[in-house]
């Protein structure tokens, strides 16, 4: 990375303060982009709302979020209101203020600074407030500058971001960052192991990632990532609990070809980070190399039925010589390995319905995964959502100052932490934790 921590540190400091001025500047918050590049929500994203993005979409995002009218106001805001019930009561409150089960919430609000702030120069910077934590903290960063030229006679676009997510950069949908379940409760039960890549560096780290589309077709991504110092994480708002303190650099690659044939697309793609972790009490370091391959296929068509498939399988080896020696792990040579496929159908830009399976299978050690009575994190299941999109497309009420999306998702677990029944010794089954989210989605 080309910025020390200090430079970071101040640079973002910066970012959010003159956020903060911007914001206190203004009375209203629109859709940024929508605003910005003129077109309705219904022309960036699947379903007329995000974030699984379109061609279009996609181009706007790889772009530097710089296209359209250079007077538009780059702020926007973001509601998300929840009601969770698990299958059975948890076993302890998920978080202060609510109960075991039945738990109604006001799970999230945001602003963002999201658009154009010069030529070539776009962001997509959230900060959020959680209804479940109580308090503020950064969300989302992605800040690009991007330039469109030609090579060997081809259209060449190329780009840098500064972000703080590994696969936040992503267009496709496919991994982690902005994969299915775009929206989901922060108070049901959550897979007991994912690899790094899936969201284990996310707001704990910066990087800056070069990238390159030729030929509209073939994409290159090379970034590197660092954790900054707890100073600035702890301003921003990430607790300390949390923090997965990187060593060094952890580089990150992405490579993937796509094909935009108008009425349909696809991409096939192959994502790779490699990330060394420090752990208290220890000298040594905990190392996680995480391979990915991936692949997205959407019929467009008229736009009046869209269907879409998105698949993604990780593979991550774990080498745990810091947690070997706290005691954290039995083992110092492990395995991880993830897999996801999801397809959904709108239609008109309003009706959805999306159909998702997820499984993760590791190796087995009794000390690292000490609440299974297996001793592994083997975790697969599905997810239904059915989703209502009223408000967003070009004829819709108050378009584009106001977009709407009304969803019930349903998560059915055939098995959890290694077992169908009485994973955790105590009687519990998977499907146990099989959970309702009813949620409201606005952005304004």
């Known amino acids: 990375m080309s910025l020390s921590a200090v430079r970071a540190s101040t640079l973002l400091r910066g970012l959010l303060a003159g956020l903060g001025l911007l914001l206190a500047g203004q009375a209203q918050a629109l859709p940024a982009y929508a605003r910005q590049t003129g077109q309705d929500c219904g022309a960036c994203h699947v379903g007329a709302f995000g974030p699984q993005l379109t061609p279009y979409g996609q181009r706007f995002k790889l772009g530097g979020y710089s ?188 490579l993937a070809y796509t094909r935009d044939l108008h009425r349909q697309n696809y991409s096939v793609g192959l994502v790779g980070m490699s990330s060394d972790i420090s752990q208290p009490g220890s000298s040594a370091h905990d190392r996680y190399d995480d391979i990915g391959i991936d692949g997205s296929y959407q019929f467009l068509g008229t736009r009046r039925d869209i269907f879409t498939l998105n698949g993604l399988a990780v593979r991550e080896k774990q080498t745990l010589s810091a947690s070997l020696d706290t005691g954290d792990a039995g083992k110092k040579s492990q395995n991880l390995t993830s897999y996801s496929l999801n397809a959904s159908y709108y239609r008109d830009q309003t009706y959805g319905a999306t159909l998702g399976y997820f499984a993760t299978d590791g190796s087995r050690d009794t000390t690292l995964y000490g609440d299974s009575v297996a001793g592994r994190p083997n975790t697969r299941g599905e997810i239904l959502q059915l989703d209502y999109t009223p408000l967003g497309k070009e004829n819709s009420w108050l378009a584009p100052n106001l977009n709407l999306r009304l969803g019930l998702q349903y998560t059915l677990y055939n098995r959890y932490d290694g077992k169908s029944s009485n994973y955790d010794g105590a009687g519990r089954s998977a499907s146990d934790n099989n959970t309702l989210l009813a949620f409201l989605w606005m952005s304004f």
Do not use: C
């Open 67 to 254: 296209d359209g009218d250079t007077r538009s106001l780059p702020l926007s805001a973001m509601f998300v209101g929840t009601f969770t019930h698990t299958q059975q009561n948890l076993d302890e409150a998920p978080a202060r203020h609510y109960d075991t089960n039945d738990n109604f919430a006001a799970q999230e609000a945001s602003v963002f600074l999201a658009g154009r702030l010069a030529d070539h120069l776009g962001s997509f910077t959230q900060v959020t407030y959680s209804g479940i934590d109580r308090k503020w903290a950064w969300d989302n960063l992605d800040i690009r500058y991007a330039r469109d030229l030609t090579a060997y006679g081809k259209d060449l676009t190329v780009g840098v971001s500064l972000n703080n997510n590994p696969g936040i950069t992503d267009p496709w949908n496919t991994l982690p960052a902005w994969g299915f379940p775009y929206v989901g409760s922060d108070l049901a039960p959550e897979a007991p192991a994912a690899p790094l890549l899936a969201g284990g560096l996310e707001t704990q780290v910066l990087g800056l990632n070069a990238y390159a589309l030729l030929d509209q077709r073939w994409y290159a991504e090379l970034g590197a990532y660092r954790s900054p110092g707890h100073s600035l994480l702890d301003s921003l708002g990430v607790p300390k609990d949390d923090l997965a303190r990187t060593a060094g650099l952890t580089p990150y690659l992405r």
